[in-house]
């Protein structure tokens, strides 16, 4: 026999409802934990864990003395297949293409240094531990919201004194093109892809509400049978869908 529902996930089922045909718009506050108690005869517990069920979404977002807002939750698109494109014309960058497609301004910083691989990017490289590498820490913007971090590991015996050593530092942009400046022709792709918890510096750097949930990516990109870059991508659940088209042979 059917059981009703907790009362906070229909209170929350309410508001999502709400924030999806408009009622609620974007920047629109919602009732207060008092209001809902009244409207729905429940204990400020039950309003509490209803709104937290959103902010774990990414639809709504607490400010700081003021209240609980809807958020614009406008979401990236990354299609996998064909994402990485050869010299032409137009932006290069793979995450400057997602945020084009879904009207937003992408932009992002970086830090990029001379590091030494530990076990597992060795393993996932095809070097010796502790062998160098160039390490560059990315953290994506749209419009600018963080909606993504990377972290990325080139072998330095592949790109060392050439002009694309330092990722940000010369005119071809993604990994690709700049392993196409050198003469390093990268063939495939492979991307692992899992879901789990947000760790308290990924919550920080990404605006998340507490106990969120991210996509992890592990990418490594080949020349041949040789592994030239492997990066690993923390994506925002809510902000995102990832998108795999694979032909059938």
Do not use: C
């Amino acid at each position: 026999m059917p059981t009703n529902p907790p009362a906070y996930l229909k209170i929350a089922a309410d508001l999502r409802a709400a924030v999806t045909s408009g009622d609620l718009a974007v920047g629109a506050k919602l009732p207060s934990e008092t209001g809902l108690m009244r409207q729905y005869g429940v204990s400020r517990t039950v309003a509490k864990w209803a709104i937290s069920v959103l902010k774990g979404e990414g639809i709504v977002e607490g400010r700081a003395g003021s209240g609980v807002y809807v958020r614009d939750t406008r979401r990236l698109v990354r299609h996998a297949q064909g994402r990485d494109r050869r010299a032409g014309d137009g932006l290069t960058s793979p995450f400057a293409h997602d945020a084009a497609r879904a009207g937003q301004q992408g932009t992002w910083e970086h830090d990029s240094h001379h590091d030494q691989a530990d076990d597992r990017i060795a393993a996932r490289l095809g070097i010796a531990p502790a062998a160098p590498v160039m390490r560059t820490a990315y953290r994506f913007f749209a419009d600018d919201e963080p909606t993504q971090l990377s972290t990325s590991y080139e072998p330095l015996v592949i790109t060392q004194g050439t002009p694309v050593e330092w990722p940000e530092a010369g005119a071809a942009v993604g990994v690709v093109a700049r392993m196409d400046a050198i003469g390093v022709r990268v063939t495939e792709v492979v991307e692992r892809v899992s879901l789990r918890a947000a760790t308290a510096d990924e919550v920080e750097a990404l605006h998340l509400p507490a106990r969120a949930s991210v996509h992890t990516i592990e990418r490594t990109y080949f020349a041949g049978d040789v592994p030239v870059e492997a990066a690993d991508i923390v994506l925002p659940g809510g902000r995102y869908d990832l998108v795999y088209r694979i032909p059938i042979d």
